[in-house]
């Protein structure tokens, strides 16, 4: 019956109409052209970023697939691309569990430094309104290779190979205090060992999403930069921790807390090859970024962090009768984090480093955390309409910085049953 239902062509065209809108992509058989969100966007730097894109689709090969597309920008009047391909190698379709794959990538592209989305397309058309001044941005060159496996016991491993050359744009320079340049180049070794015993995961179109249990999630990586691979500029280390656990607190509801640290091993590293702490302009509300810091407004070369969020599952709002009947849910959260730049790697101590990025003006944009921490606080309401959370966040830290705002709100699409 199910075959049957699968060839009757109003299904096909339900099935179709429902991808696009999920998933963001239009089935043409053995090729799948999207995500549409990212066809048309824009920013300060680039203007209007015409994009067209798509992939081959388990008719073409379940265990291959290929991705791609081509964008233009309107104002820099430059073209970027990308190409991707991923074979399973456990002879399992690229989207089963466990997976054991291999992937090669190559992309010319642009990003604002520090941003990153959690599942989500940082071209995304919803992403391309921003608050204050988003004129900084990084054109990149990159090449990768990459090896991932799902172990028994909760391990995973992921060993990758880059080489990646940045150059500055927009307002953003690569000065030194006698000079300027246009680019620098890195090779790097990565390698990633993660652990969730017991997880399990809930298999998207795009992604997995892991289902949180009662055990922690750890993961170690470390990256060497060598400057003898294919003539790169400089040669570091880069060694990184994460700790995560949900804490059920009943009848109180459940707490995510998250912990992470990172240290630099090098001297002479220039800010692009640093921590550039995760910050969010847009007016989404980011889980794992800093909702109201800008872009490229912290970096360090060693750091920790503390993530809190409470959930309190309808504890209060399910002993009012309207919105009880509403099923909205209580969320608080914490962010803060603490780090700064050795004096080996701090262009105000050490001269001769490549400079932190200031304004038109010379004033500084771009800070250390070494004097106290950055932190910032939301309360929000989840579950509206089953998709919608809205939060006000408030930065207790750090309001002195250029073009930075004490409050603001956000907001977020996320299904909740």
Do not use: C
Request: charged fraction near 20%; avoid cysteine.
């Amino acid at each position: 019956m199910v075959d049957s239902v699968q060839n009757i062509p109003a299904f096909k065209r339900t099935m179709n109409i429902l991808t696009l809108l999920v998933a963001g992509y239009w089935n043409f058989g053995k090729i799948n052209v999207g995500p549409i969100n990212t066809f048309y966007s824009f920013n300060d730097v680039e203007g209007f970023r015409l994009r067209i894109g798509g992939r081959t689709s388990d008719k073409f090969s379940k265990r291959l697939r290929l991705d791609g597309y081509a964008l233009y920008g309107f104002k820099d009047k430059k073209y970027k691309y990308s190409g991707s391909v991923i074979y399973s190698l456990n002879k399992k379709p690229i989207k089963s569990n466990p997976k054991h794959y291999i992937s090669a990538m190559y992309q010319v592209e642009t990003n604002f430094p520090g941003m990153e989305m959690q599942f989500i397309n940082e071209d995304n058309f919803l992403l391309s309104f921003k608050r204050g001044v988003a004129d900084k941005l990084l054109y990149y060159e990159m090449f990768k290779i990459e090896h991932y496996k799902d172990w028994k016991n909760g391990f995973s491993t992921t060993l990758n190979i880059k080489r990646l050359k940045q150059e500055p744009g927009g307002t953003l320079r690569f000065d030194y205090d006698d000079k300027s340049v246009n680019s620098i180049t890195t090779s790097e070794i990565t390698g990633v060992i993660r652990f969730a015993p017991n997880e399990k995961y809930i298999q998207g179109y795009n992604y997995r999403t892991p289902i949180l249990g009662k055990y922690p999630i750890m993961q170690i990586s470390y990256t060497q930069g060598l400057e003898a691979l294919r003539h790169a500029d400089y040669t570091y280390g880069k060694l990184s921790f994460n700790l995560f656990k949900r804490i059920h607190l009943a009848p109180l509801g459940f707490t995510n807390f998250e912990l992470e640290a990172g240290k630099i091993f090098g001297s002479g590293i220039p800010f692009p090859l640093m921590f550039v702490h995760r910050a969010n302009q847009t007016y989404s509300y980011q889980l794992h970024s800093y909702n109201m810091m800008n872009f490229l407004e912290f970096v360090s070369d060693e750091y920790v962090s503390v993530f809190a969020e409470h959930h309190f599952y309808g504890f209060f709002f399910n002993k009012i009768p309207l919105l009880k009947r509403l099923k909205w849910r209580e969320i608080i959260s914490v962010k803060g984090i603490y780090g700064g730049v050795t004096d080996k790697n701090n262009p105000n101590i050490t001269p001769g480093l490549m400079r932190f990025p200031t304004d038109q003006n010379g004033n500084p944009t771009t800070f250390t955390l070494t004097k106290k921490p950055y932190i910032e606080l939301s309360a929000g309401i989840g579950n509206i309409f089953k998709f919608f959370r809205i939060d006000v966040v408030k930065r207790l830290t750090y309001l002195n910085n250029p073009n930075v705002s004490e409050y603001g709100i956000r907001a977020r699409f996320k299904f909740d049953f």
